[in-house]
């Protein structure tokens, strides 16, 4: 859905220093392309548009004499990005690009039923509520299927956002010290419909339909928001003082409200149903283990609670890359047999990031309960790792002794893929949201044994490629893992971003 862009002109409207600096220019150029046409009198010139890490839906504006900052979390880019594909794993599309009949049925099922989903649901829940970051929730590497018809989703959602904010700036709302009235939000809410709808009608005929649904996933996320901090804090959120925004239940009401009367097209219903399955029906059933893990931990992080209460909230810092590698790790030591199949799938989709630091974590002495879970896991991929640990520690000091660990890092991640394939079989040919994926009963060969090595693009992020299954065989054994000097490469660049 994204494309990793090159190096991007300064400009004196964005400030950011961060990988969404691509987005967030995109979405500003929309904005200020599609506000003259709602009304010629609106001047976007005095707003700077700016990036703060982490966060979610928590966009704010600043204004300093006659100049204003309009300041939005960068974790808003990955929550959209992994929401938007919940709603297309949620849509029963066939081969031939069309829904059937039963397409709804199969909506409700997928939501009980399909164990992808359901990991994925809990995962940015996980990752957004836990971490306060939704960057550690594992990214999607491989393409779902018709992900491009629903672009308009993703950017449309995103640029709501900004359009809400601006919105407060176009209608004097921060002319006054006072703080801002519930009657005044959904003014912008209003208003940033109307833009929406403008951006739209310069692609094609579907304008009001697709701002309607950029516009409900917003609100809906929204909904969530509210609904799980309100169940994580208890009594502090209710004694909070009644803020500037109306309650998101009044809000997506007002919202629904505002839509044009006008007949949607016939696919409109399935994707609102998507949405609002992925935002109320899937997280619903999801929160209570989710919220028991928030106790357990201290509360839930900062940076997804309102400002207001933040203080009573968990601070911590969370690395993505070692959250994703925790995350397959327990999937693949889970006694569900689903789980270790998401494992390996997610361990060979994550490659070479996961697998490398599956490995660096056996060396984690200062986090013996990860060492002991990446130990675990190994186990799961290999039994044979279960006596081989020591060889292995050996290993890793004569390489590093060469200067020449990351290579072999490299190296022996590739065991870790081939083991990860013999587990999926014929499945490593497809993904957990194809049919029969986690059918048991289905008669199955033995998976092609495709070698995956890292090969570097021009903007230096790591792509998986595969390579003769002879070669792959040749290295069936952890000691026949060695270091080739010719091909070394550093493996501390980061993969490309998921969104």
């Known amino acids: 859905m994204f494309a990793k862009q090159g190096r991007l002109p300064d400009r004196p409207d964005v400030a950011c220093l961060s990988q969404s600096l691509g987005i967030l220019i995109e979405r500003v150029d929309e904005l200020k392309a599609?506000?003259?046409?709602?009304?010629?009198?609106?001047?976007?010139s005095g707003i700077c548009f700016g990036v703060v890490p982490g966060g979610g839906l928590d966009a704010y504006t600043e204004r300093v004499d006659n100049e204003f900052a309009i300041i939005v979390p960068e974790g808003l880019f990955s929550l959209a990005n992994l929401f938007c594909r919940l709603v297309i794993l949620l849509q029963p599309i066939e081969a031939d690009g069309v829904y059937l009949p039963t397409a709804h049925f199969e909506q409700f099922r997928r939501v009980t039923e399909d164990p992808h989903l359901r990991f994925c649901t809990a995962d940015v829940l996980r990752a957004y509520f836990l971490h306060g970051d939704p960057y550690v929730a594992l990214p999607y590497r491989s393409a779902l299927p018709y992900q491009d018809r629903f672009t308009y989703l993703l950017t449309g959602m995103e640029l709501y956002v900004l359009a809400h904010e601006t919105a407060h700036v176009l209608l004097d709302h921060l002319d006054t010290d006072?703080?801002?009235?519930?009657?005044?939000?959904?003014?912008?809410?209003d208003v940033a419909h109307r833009i929406l709808v403008q951006h739209f009608s310069t692609i094609d005929e579907h304008s009001e339909a697709r701002a309607a649904l950029a516009g409900f996933l917003f609100h809906g996320l929204n909904e969530l928001w509210e609904t799980t901090v309100a169940a994580a804090l208890g009594g502090r959120f209710e004694a909070m003082?009644?803020?500037?925004?109306?309650?998101?239940?009044?809000?997506?009401?007002?919202?629904?409200?505002?839509?044009?009367?006008?007949?949607?097209p016939d696919w409109f219903l399935l994707v609102f149903n998507a949405v609002t399955l992925a935002t109320r029906e899937l997280p619903e059933s999801l929160l209570p283990e989710m919220l028991a893990d928030a106790e357990r931990l201290g509360g839930i992080h900062a940076r997804a609670a309102p400002r207001a209460l933040a203080h009573l909230c968990r601070v911590s810092?969370?690395?993505?890359?070692?959250c994703w590698t925790e995350t397959v790790a327990r999937l693949l030591t889970s006694q569900d047999r689903e789980d270790v199949l998401l494992g390996a799938w997610f361990l060979i989709d994550n490659f070479p990031n996961v697998p490398i630091h599956l490995y660096h974590g056996l060396s984690d002495d200062d986090d013996?309960?990860?060492?002991?879970?990446?130990?675990?896991?190994?186990?799961t991929l290999s039994p044979i790792y279960e006596h081989y640990f020591?060889?292995?520690?050996?290993?890793?000091?004569?390489v590093y002794a060469?200067?020449?660990?990351?290579?072999?890092?490299?190296?022996?991640?590739?065991?870790?893929?081939?083991?990860?394939?013999?587990?999926?079989?014929?499945?490593?040919q497809t993904a957990p949201w194809a049919d029969g994926f986690f059918d048991e009963t289905k008669p199955r060969g033995r998976g092609q044994c495709r070698h995956i090595v890292?090969?570097?693009?021009?903007?230096?992020?790591?792509?998986?490629?595969?390579?003769?299954?002879?070669h792959a065989l040749a290295m069936a054994q952890p000691e026949a893992l060695v270091t080739d000097p010719h091909r070394a490469r550093s493996v501390r660049s980061s993969v490309r971003p998921q969104s």
């Open 34 to 44: 599609a506000c003259p046409a709602v009304d010629p009198g609106w001047d976007l």
């Open 178 to 189: 006072g703080p801002m009235t519930p009657e005044q939000e959904l003014a912008a809410d």
């Open 241 to 264: 003082p009644a803020g500037n925004h109306p309650p998101a239940v009044e809000r997506a009401l007002q919202f629904t409200l505002s839509m044009s009367r006008t007949a949607p």
């Open 317 to 322: 810092t969370a690395n993505k890359e070692h």
């Open 368 to 379: 013996p309960e990860f060492q002991a879970l990446c130990r675990a896991a190994l186990i």
């Open 390 to 398: 020591p060889r292995l520690a050996e290993r890793f000091r004569e």
């Open 402 to 428: 060469q200067d020449m660990l990351d290579d072999y890092m490299l190296n022996i991640s590739q065991y870790a893929i081939m083991m990860a394939i013999s587990i999926l079989d014929e499945r490593s």
């Open 454 to 470: 890292a090969t570097v693009d021009g903007a230096g992020a790591r792509y998986p490629k595969r390579q003769n299954p002879d």
